[in-house]
């Protein structure tokens, strides 16, 4: 849990706030210790921006109630402002199931996730095989009115839950023994929320009827302002009971008393439309009882209207059936406003124990800066620590440095002594180098005496392996085979290549052909296995493609010319 047992928790609605004061220690009940109520103001002729509205008005009450800054603060937005679904998930691993919630939440909020914030609460057990979840999205400016509201006056938002889910976990802390279906109707300002509380199960629906629509109702009626419209209502009205009860006597009231009765009309028919909808797509059943909370449910005989209608019992929610009531509580007082305080027992029920919907709304940006606030003690004694340890270590590099310059001094001596013999080593090595290469020159001079005698030598080298091959006429292939000429190729004064003709008597080289073939598996003519041993002489870096391969008129010699770069 957190550092206090004392929370502060905020209610928002559409017209007015609660600030409440409970002391909450797990596993304990609940207790009010203060609470205070603002009225917003906005009507829907001047509505605009509410947030410098909410801020004014939650500075006087935080004061009132002597909330010290950085105070914890929990908050319940009104349902107008999210997206609850009740979803069935198939049966699933938990390493997948968050995965099909996220899934879910995209395919059932009408709005892009990144614009949203949003969580979930698995309902029910899951031993069936079948998972419920109740997954609440809102958008991420309605969420950010209210924390940052919160957040500009010096205290510190914690928990954002929303009104429909606080009063189904009041419902379930205040009436534990309550069989079947339990609906709450809590009529505010703007709308009223419907909470359908049954075990392993949720279902509420937000519809836009409630005190206003009354107020308007009037005001178009006598064409009068909506706020001498709100003051009449106050004043005057309740809910006309029609059939043989009497009218009113006085006919204002008796107008807007059944003023009264046609717009709760209108809600009786969304109510009976939301539950035929719960009992038909949820599995669940009719309620069994009314419990009536908010605002504008204090209208008389408001309980005798749905009792009639609904044909079950109705009740006002008491909130404090299980709640326990501090000394600084007016408690005549909070006899007349305990309407208003249901969304915050409900926030406070959390703080002691595990509810059935536990839901927080809390924006990313405020989540991160707690984190990193929760951080900053491991930091603080982090840093002390990396100080601690800086401080030994210059303690230790101060007892080290003199010792580190006189070894510094010896060193750089020794330095400059071996960089004299460096200089020394370098002179000698450089002119060894200039030795060396006047010694190649000369190589070079007197290799190219007998390089052309090399050539040759490599060239009747070549015909050598063939030797002693006799063919048919009884000539071995070197009186069969004779080189007549060569051509050198001279690139930039240099003899780079070497042209080569030769000839050969045409029947040896076909009877060598067949016997390259037979014993060497090679096919390949004889000049062609000529000119492969060509390549393998060491003054030759390559030969080029035969250039010629022919026989003369007579079919007696074969003519060949092939061309051998020499190397440098």
Not at 119 to 144: C, F, P, R, T, W
Not at 195 to 209: D, H, K, W
Request: net charge neutral; glycine share 6%; proline share 4%.
């Amino acid at each position: 849990m957190f550092a206090s047992d004392h929370i502060y928790i905020l209610s928002v609605g559409a017209g007015k706030l609660v600030l409440a004061e409970f002391l909450a220690k797990p596993g304990q009940v609940p207790v009010l210790e203060n609470y205070a109520l603002g009225e917003l103001g906005i009507t829907p002729e001047t509505e605009t921006d509410a947030t410098a509205y909410i801020s004014a008005e939650f500075a006087q009450m935080s004061e009132a109630l002597g909330m010290r800054s950085g105070a914890t603060v929990w908050v319940a937005l009104s349902g107008q402002v999210v997206f609850p679904r009740f979803v069935k998930l198939p049966p699933v691993t938990k390493d997948k199931l968050q995965s099909m919630i996220q899934y879910e939440a995209e395919q059932n909020v009408p709005f892009p996730i990144s614009e949203l914030v949003w969580d979930y609460s698995l309902i029910g057990s899951g031993e069936s095989g079948e998972q419920y979840a109740m997954i609440v999205a809102a958008k991420n400016e309605n969420v950010s009115v209210v924390t940052d509201c919160v957040t500009q006056a010096g205290f510190e938002p914690r928990v954002v839950d929303v009104a429909p889910m606080a009063l189904y976990n009041c419902a379930l802390w205040n009436y534990p023994e309550a069989e079947g279906c339990t609906l709450v109707v809590d009529i505010g300002a703007r709308s009223t929320n419907l909470v359908y509380v049954e075990r392993g199960r949720f279902f509420s629906r937000t519809v836009p009827i409630a005190g206003n629509a009354i107020t308007q109702e009037i005001a178009k009626t006598f064409q009068m302002s909506f706020k001498d419209a709100e003051t009449l209502k106050r004043e005057v009205a309740f809910v006309a009971l029609g059939g043989n009860y009497a009218p009113a006597e006085d006919e204002q009231t008796d107008r807007v008393s059944k003023i009264v009765r046609t717009v709760v009309t209108r809600l009786h028919a969304e109510i009976n439309r939301s539950t035929n909808f719960y009992r038909s797509q949820q599995g669940g059943n009719a309620p069994a009882r009314v419990l009536l909370t908010g605002g504008s449910s204090v209208v008389p005989y408001m309980d005798t209207f749905f009792r009639e209608k609904l044909q079950v019992d109705v009740q006002y929610f008491n909130p404090f059936q299980r709640i326990e009531v501090g000394s600084k509580v007016d408690k005549q007082k909070l006899g007349t406003d305990a309407f208003v305080l249901t969304e915050v027992v409900g926030l406070a029920v959390r703080q002691t124990k595990a509810c059935e919907i536990m839901i927080n709304l809390i924006p990313q940006s405020i989540l991160r800066r707690q984190t990193f606030q929760k951080k900053l003690p491991a930091l603080a004694a982090a840093v002390v620590g990396i100080a601690v340890i800086l401080g030994i270590w210059g303690f230790n590099a101060r007892l080290n440095t003199e010792q580190y310059r006189k070894q510094g001094e010896e060193a750089k001596a020794k330095l400059n002594a071996l960089n004299a013999s460096k200089q020394e080593l370098m002179r000698e090595n450089k002119a060894l180098d200039a030795m060396k290469e006047t010694a190649q020159q000369y190589q070079n001079l007197i290799a190219q005496r007998t390089r052309w005698i090399r050539i040759l030598a490599n060239l009747q080298e070549s015909l050598l392996p063939a030797a002693d091959l006799k063919t048919p006429t009884g000539r071995s292939l070197r009186n069969s085979i004779w080189l007549t000429s060569f051509d050198p190729v001279v690139e930039n004064g240099q003899v780079v290549k070497l042209q080569v003709s030769g000839r050969a008597w045409n029947d040896d080289m076909n009877f060598v052909q067949s016997y390259i073939e037979e014993h060497l598996g090679v096919k390949a003519t004889a000049i062609e296995n000529l000119v492969e041993r060509v390549k393998t002489e060491p003054l030759f870096s390559g030969v080029e493609p035969i250039e010629q391969e022919t026989t003369d008129s007579d079919n007696q010699l074969r003519l060949f010319r092939f061309t051998i770069a020499l190397k440098p």
